[in-house]
């Protein structure tokens, strides 16, 4: 069992920046792609971005391209979002997912892992 912890999240104004953090306990993080989803009240869980087990690949949703940022280090098993230029639309709880042996996904039903959510606030 993987368990994935999100943090950095809360609130912030418009134009201004967030960096979100996921841990993970999988022994093989290395082997495994990740994603980050979010979810607005209301709405159905989104995918905002992901990248592959090798940092090779990254993919974005359109919304977020030139804006956010995906990376990992797989020596701390962790991945990274940061968030720059924040509008009010972002506004949502943020989850990070956990693909096994997989390049990256942009459909969340393709992930194995779920951490429990963060909530990022972009004031207007």
């Known amino acids: 069992q993987v368990q994935l912890v999100e943090s950095g999240g809360g609130l912030v104004q418009t134009g201004g920046s967030l960096r979100l953090s996921c841990a993970s306990s999988?022994?093989?993080?290395?082997?495994?792609?990740m994603g980050w989803f979010r979810q607005a009240p209301g709405k159905e869980r989104e995918f905002v971005a992901a990248i592959s087990w090798n940092d090779a690949i990254t993919s974005y949703t359109d919304s977020v391209k030139g804006r956010f940022t995906i990376s990992r280090d797989n020596s701390k098993n962790t991945v990274y979002l940061q968030m720059n230029s924040l509008k009010p639309e972002d506004t949502a709880v943020y989850y990070c997912?956990?693909?096994?042996?997989?390049?990256?996904?942009?459909?969340?039903?393709?992930?194995?892992?779920w951490g429990q959510g963060t909530q990022v606030t972009v004031s207007s």
């Open positions: 997912a956990a693909a096994r042996g997989a390049i990256y996904y942009t459909r969340a039903d393709l992930y194995n892992y």
């Open positions: 999988a022994r093989t993080f290395s082997n495994v792609a």
